[in-house]
């Protein structure tokens, strides 16, 4: 019965798979650069990526419909341990966001559009109201812990992949756009009531940096120096001064991509994208390619919450976005962000492989 | 997946709601793109320049290279104002892992006082970590050696080496080479700043002062790469500092030391001029300081010590001295005499050692109470007759007098290279009218004929007179600086004198009259310092003077022994030598020293002496400086 494409060598998608080399050797070449050339710091990233690579494949060989019933559970323990985290979590930057190391909220990247997946995957869609409510609710649940961390760049993150589920589930365009309405008539409350301090101060400086130049300006305006300088073709590789010389703060993390424009230029940047578009059109192939509606939401909201962090990153390095805290999905360096991205493109590779051919 | 449900799934309707949702997200995703690509384009492309600059000035930094500063020299080559390395302990917290440790093990073999200590650790809190603090300034030779052979114990602690002004000499001749200090905020306002970016120093006084131009030179530049918290990474590009230039002196430095070693305690001054050139061959205020005291900043007892010395010190009297001249202006009046008419070299007058005015009663005295007798110009000057300058002056009146003084210098700046000059003061009746709004009285203009009353002038106003005199009316603007040596571009550039007239008179005669009264009062028989030139080699000529520093009363006799010796004479004596095409012009006084024949003739004949005879072999050996 079972039919087994012989391309799909260990399970994998070639095309998804390339990409995903082709992006992670770009993130390598850029990270010698931006940390000064640091051998210590290209080894600690090579192993994270062994890891990674080494889920993507352990999940690809497994069929989705094993995974999809752990779906709840995983969602139950994320919560947990970020009910964990607001007693027991580690303080570091004045938010509570970290429990052994690692960041529970990260789990709930992958576990809120899963859930909310999992959820809407019986039911007729589009979901009525109720329905809506019930999936809304899981979205919210741990979206009000993160933000009570405080964190809201992830929380926004979690809220969007969530959402992204109900999106593609065919939320009504009519709901959509009376959502959006009252979101925007609720900001300044928002603003008022919900933001902290230091999240009001990166949205102003992000629209006049100049007001605090050595302070929360000093992050976009030599980001935008960086990638300013870099022009059409860049300063070349292990040339940026600005990262050199150490005027880019966080240059092998969240600001990774203005050491690449700055070395790379216009040019470097354009072929990024091409290879991020490449791997997204790929990502949403395989959403409408999947057989089932849990398979398909949950590659369709991973593939469009893999482009929220490409796009949020550059958004705010290039200085439209604000400041939050969105590395650069398979380039920027750090261990916890690539494991999600990871597990989410072996949940991709495994939902496309395991297909069965009537 | 169960098949029991109320509502059933529409599978097609699903897929094709799914399919389209999905078609739009990859349409969102591309416009996405489009919007990133369409901003990188304006920072790369639009904004590209704007944004190269700001990394271009975030990368590179301007260092400056202090010039080294121009030496002085003496005529005879002698270094008298040196640029001398000067040692520093410095400390690099960032290198060193116990700063306690490292200090305590330190202080063994280096002095550290616990202030230097204070100082040390303040400058640590307001300095970035990679910066080097300095923690002992002016090592002695003596540490430097013990440092360097213990360095390896001390990582990150070295010894930094920059220059300092150094005088070899000390005192001598300070008050024509004058001193550097620190640049005060006064002069911050004044000089060009980014020519004094790096430079410590500045001349404050003396030649140091006045040719600051020449000496300080210009300041490099030093383009480098530096990271973000400052420190230099590489060397871009180097614009060499220019040094300043070598300023010669026209002072002779064995002579100008000669000279200070006769004062021991008197207040004094000497100028020695080169008639022919107007060089200063020496200039000497007494009593002197050691300028290397103002270098790195005087401490406030000693500066407070210098200033309120009843002594007065810091005062440069050969400039700045302002002294009635006494009778040593009497060749002078006489020359007026001639000029105008009013006496001939052969005229007479007879002196009964008081003169009065028409009508009047007041006697103005002579120095001699029983009188000279009959006088001509000759014996007037060689006996310093004071009653034939009375009826002289008299009948010159003070605006002829005035005129023809000025034409010698008197009442205005010889214009020497030094700053700081005074005027003196030669008056007339639009002076006293403007001044003191009164009218000129006529027994004012007889005191002023004897160089009293208003009449002041400097020391070196009366060298120059002397060197005019002995020139024959060639009046030459006196110079400390005799030539300017640009190392640079090798090429060595003679300072000519500014300003350089002739004073014409009717007859050139009138010059031997007024010269050879003044060589008869050193050789002549009855000369007022006859004395000082009994067993002389040469001929020269001179001219005592004896300025009053209180009025005596009309019944009164001066009686040094009764009276303060502050209220004392100032003794006067002005001289050039030999006579004919004098090599040597000077003047001389000794604050309240008494008469000039007994206290100043002796004086100026001693440095003629040591400047013209066959000299004894010369040694000068720098001065030590201690550590202040």
Redesign the interface.
Same mark, same amino acid.
């Given at each position: 019965m079972q039919n087994w494409r012989k391309t799909h060598f260990l399970h994998l998608d070639a095309p998804l798979f390339l990409g995903i080399c082709l992006l992670s050797s770009i993130g390598l070449v850029v990270l010698y650069s931006a940390s000064g050339q640091n051998m210590d710091l290209m080894v600690r990233q090579l192993v994270r990526l062994f890891l990674g690579f080494g889920i993507m494949l352990i999940l690809a060989q497994i069929r989705i419909q094993h995974l999809a019933r752990l779906v709840p559970w995983m969602y139950l323990m994320g919560v947990l341990l970020l009910i964990l985290v607001l007693f027991i979590g580690e303080t570091r930057n004045g938010s509570q966001r970290w429990l052994f190391g690692f960041q529970p909220s990260e789990i709930m990247k992958l576990a809120v559009p899963l859930m909310v997946a999992w959820y809407l995957?019986?039911?007729?869609?589009?979901p009525t109201y109720g329905r809506l409510l019930v999936a809304t609710i899981f979205i919210l649940i741990p979206m009000g812990l993160v933000l009570k961390q405080p964190d809201l760049g992830t929380a926004l993150l979690i809220g969007s992949s969530g959402i992204f589920v109900l999106?593609?589930?065919?939320l009504k365009w009519r709901l959509i756009f009376s959502l959006l309405t009252l979101g925007a008539l609720s900001a300044p409350l928002i603003w008022n009531q919900f933001l902290h301090a230091y999240q009001k101060e990166r949205i102003l400086t992000l629209f006049n940096p100049e007001r605090d130049p050595l302070g929360a300006g000093y992050h976009i305006i030599?980001s935008?120096?960086?990638?300013?300088?870099?022009?059409?073709y860049g300063k070349g590789w292990l040339n940026g001064?600005?990262s050199?010389?150490?005027?880019l703060p966080e240059r092998s993390t969240d600001f990774i991509f203005a050491v690449y424009?700055e070395e790379f230029?216009?040019l470097g940047?354009?072929i990024l994208?091409c290879i991020?578009?490449f791997v997204?059109?790929r990502g949403?192939y395989i959403?409408?390619e999947a057989q089932d509606?849990f398979s398909?939401l949950m590659v369709?909201s991973l593939?469009?919450t893999f482009?929220v962090y490409i796009?949020v990153n550059?958004?705010m390095v290039?200085?439209?976005l604000p400041v939050v805290g969105v590395p650069l999905p398979l380039i920027s360096y750090g261990g916890t962000a690539l494991v999600t991205l990871m597990t989410g493109f072996g949940l991709i590779m495994a939902v496309h492989t395991h297909r069965r051919f009537l | 997946?169960?098949s029991t449900?109320l &509502?059933? *799934?529409?599978s097609y309707r699903?897929n094709k709601?799914?399919?389209n949702?999905?078609r739009l997200?990859?349409l969102m995703?591309?416009i996405?793109?489009v919007l990133?690509?369409g901003?990188?384009?304006f920072?790369?492309?639009l904004?590209?320049t704007?944004? &190269?600059t *700001?990394?271009e000035n975030?990368?590179i930094k301007i260092l400056p290279l202090p010039p080294k500063r121009g030496l002085i020299y003496d005529r005879n080559g002698v270094l008298l104002a040196d640029n001398r390395v000067s040692h520093s302990l410095v400390l690099i917290p960032e290198k060193v892992n116990n700063i306690d440790d490292v200090l305590k093990a330190l202080s063994q073999i280096i002095t550290i006082e616990p202030h230097d200590i204070v100082r040390f650790k303040k400058q640590i809190q307001q300095n970035r970590r990679f910066k080097a603090i300095t923690l002992r300034q002016r090592l002695t030779e003596d540490e430097v050696a013990r440092f360097s052979v213990q360095r390896r114990r001390f990582p990150g602690v070295d010894i930094k080496s920059n220059f300092s002004r150094y005088y070899p000499l000390g005192a001598i001749g300070v008050h024509a080479i004058g001193y550097v200090g620190r640049i005060n905020e006064r002069e911050l306002k004044i000089i060009e700043q980014s020519d004094y970016i790096g430079s410590n120093y500045i001349g404050k006084t003396g030649v140091e002062k006045y040719y600051e131009k020449e000496l300080h030179g210009k300041t490099g530049f030093q383009h480098v790469?530096?990271?973000?918290?400052g420190r230099v990474?590489r060397i871009l590009e180097r614009t060499p500092p220019l040094s300043g230039k070598n300023l010669y002196l026209n002072i002779d430095i064995y002579l100008q030391k000669y000279i200070e070693e006769i004062f021991v305690e008197q207040r004094a001054a000497v100028v020695v001029i080169e008639p022919n050139s107007g060089g200063v061959l020496a200039l000497v205020s007494m009593p002197h300081y050691d300028p290397n005291l103002f270098v790195n900043g005087i401490d406030v007892k000693s500066y407070l010590a210098l200033r309120d010395s009843p002594e007065r010190p810091l005062i440069n009297r050969a400039i700045r001295g302002q002294y009635p001249p006494g009778s040593t202006i009497k060749a002078i009046v006489g020359l007026a005499g001639l000029e105008y008419g009013i006496i001939t070299p052969q005229s007479r007058t007879w002196c009964r050692g008081w003169y009065t005015l028409k009508g009047r009663k007041h006697r103005y005295r002579d120095w001699k109470r029983v009188g000279h007798g009959s006088m001509d110009l000759y014996s007037a000057i060689e006996q310093s007759c004071d009653v034939y300058f009375y009826d002289l002056a008299h009948e010159l009146g003070i605006d002829r007098l005035h005129s023809f003084m000025k034409r010698f210098g008197f009442g205005k700046k010889t214009g020497i290279d030094i700053l700081g000059e005074k005027s003196g003061l030669m008056p007339s009746r639009a002076w006293k009218r403007r001044a003191r709004g009164k009218l000129w009285y006529p027994g004012e203009t007889l005191i002023t004929g004897i160089g009293q009353g208003f009449m002041l002038s400097t020391p070196l106003q009366l060298a120059v007179a002397a060197a005019t005199l002995g020139n024959r009316g060639q009046f030459k603007q006196p110079r400390v600086v005799f030539a300017i040596d640009d190392a640079n571009i090798n090429e060595m550039s003679v300072v000519p004198p500014t300003q350089q007239t002739t004073i014409t008179l009717k007859h050139n005669s009138y010059w031997d009259a007024a010269i050879n009264g003044m060589k008869a009062v050193v050789h002549g028989r009855r000369g007022t310092a006859r004395q000082v030139a009994k067993n002389s080699s040469y001929l020269f000529a001179g001219k005592t003077g004896t300025a009053q520093v209180i009025a005596i009363k009309q019944r009164e006799r001066y009686n040094a022994s009764k009276i303060a010796k502050k209220f004392h004479d100032h003794a006067w004596f002005i001289a050039f030598a030999p006579l004919n095409n004098p090599r040597i012009a000077i003047s001389v006084i000794v604050e309240n020293g008494g008469s000039g024949s007994h206290t100043a003739a002796p004086i100026a004949k001693d440095v003629m002496d040591y400047y013209l005879l066959p000299k004894k072999p010369k040694k000068i050996s720098p001065v030590v400086i201690t550590d202040h």
């Open positions: 995957a019986d039911k007729p869609l589009p999106l593609l589930a065919g030599q935008k120096i960086a990638i300013g300088s870099g022009g059409m001064t600005q050199l010389l150490q005027f424009s230029g216009l940047v354009i994208l991020y578009f997204l059109s949403l959403a409408l509606t398909r369709g593939i469009l482009f796009f550059m958004g290039s200085g439209f | 997946m169960s449900r &509502i059933l *799934k529409d699903e709601l799914f399919k949702r999905v997200a990859w995703m591309l996405f793109f990133i690509i901003r990188l384009f920072l790369q492309v904004e590209h704007t944004y &190269i *700001k990394s975030n990368r790469e530096t990271n973000v918290q990474i």
